[in-house]
């Protein structure tokens, strides 16, 4: 139909520009690519950010990392069994039917279901294949898990990271580390109600962990950048970023005990372009998660990768100013420098 009627505004020379929306990454992108192959271009959205769920529903911070970025089930966090009935039946069972099932041949559904609530409830965590398979019934070989894991990833569900490494073998071998793209996919498999994940600091970590992890795969979707982590022995940092030859290593601290030697020893490693800590001794959470990449009319914080120092500010530029300064989101510390010698 849309292909119709651009081929007849086109025939009687009508200027008009066509918005086409909708929920279905996988649909809307193969559709396109089919009927309207070389005359669109492909505007990437993703989950609702904190700094949304703040402003419009009054989430506090841990509020969001627990309940996620879902708007639809912004009001029902009061009931925690209306709340995770929402997410399965109206966010991840009507994903995976019309994503997935609706366009793809499955041999096991069951199989499918069942990958993703185990990945899901593993998001932040290092979890091989092989072991996986150990924990899903019929679960068949870990190509098959591998090939539903990327089904997942290309319906906005649960991706896998590898491990950072300038050799691709290397990095193809590696176990994967599990991410939701919306922590409110792996709390919804808790057996914990919010008030007792507060109060559990083990299983509070590793919701924080996933919760900056599921911001940064959200904005590697929407900013198509790509994001790893990366571990040598006792040596781990919990996510490196990469675009275009520019890569920034961030290591989560929910705790003061969590060891950051890992940082030190990718920065002698891989010399990053920045390497900093989010949480306990470096930036907040909230700081990090109210960022966005580039906004409208400020940037809101910045980082020299040679500093211990939060360097946070709200410098009030232009959009266009903020292009001149930065070629890619890695980038904020050489706006900080150009700011203060006064372009």
């Known amino acids: 139909m849309v292909k119709k009627e651009w081929d007849d505004d086109t025939f009687h020379d009508r200027d008009i520009r066509v ?56 009001t029902l966090i009061g009931d925690e069994d209306r709340f995770s009935q929402y997410i399965q039946s109206a966010i991840i069972e009507a994903t995976i039917n019309k994503d997935i099932l609706m366009d793809t041949p499955i041999s096991k559904p069951a199989l499918l279901r069942q990958t993703f609530e185990l990945g899901a409830a593993y998001s932040g965590e290092l979890l091989s294949l092989n072991k996986m398979l150990g924990s899903l019934q019929d679960a068949g070989n870990t190509v098959t898990l591998a090939g539903y894991i990327n089904l997942l990833d290309e319906s906005g569900l649960l991706c896998r990271l590898q491990k950072f490494s300038v050799d691709m073998a290397r990095r193809r071998a590696s176990i994967p580390k599990l991410q939701a793209y919306n922590n409110a996919l792996k709390l919804v498999y808790s057996p914990l109600t919010f008030e007792q994940a507060i109060l559990n600091r083990k299983a509070w970590g590793r919701i924080f962990e996933s919760g900056i992890g599921a911001y940064l795969v959200s904005q590697a979707f929407v900013h198509r950048f790509e994001v790893f982590y990366w571990r040598e022995r006792d040596d781990e940092v ?77 410098i009030h530029i232009t959009k266009q100013k903020v292009m001149e300064l930065i070629g890619e989101p890695f980038r904020q510390h050489e706006i900080r420098d150009q700011v203060q010698a006064g372009i």
Not at 268 to 273: D, E, G, Y
Not at 278 to 303: H, K, M, N, P, Q
Request: hydrophobic content about 40%; aromatic content about 14%; some cysteine.
């Open 19 to 74: 918005l086409i929306l909708g929920s279905s990454r996988v649909l809307l992108e193969k559709r396109l690519s089919e009927s309207l192959a070389g005359r669109f271009e492909e505007i990437r959205m993703s989950h609702w950010s904190y700094q949304e769920m703040k402003e419009c529903f009054g989430f506090s911070l841990d509020q969001y990392m627990f309940y996620g970025g879902y708007p639809g089930a912004a």
């Open 238 to 314: 919990d996510f490196v970023l990469r675009k275009k030859g520019s890569v920034v290593a961030i290591e989560v601290k929910n705790n003061a005990e969590k060891r950051t030697d890992g940082l030190d020893k990718f920065r002698k490693l891989f010399n990053p372009q920045a390497a900093f800590i989010v949480g306990d001794g470096g930036i907040s959470a909230e700081d990090f998660l109210s960022y966005c990449f580039i906004r409208e009319t400020e940037v809101t914080w910045c980082w020299h990768p040679q500093s211990n120092v939060d360097m946070k500010k709200t």
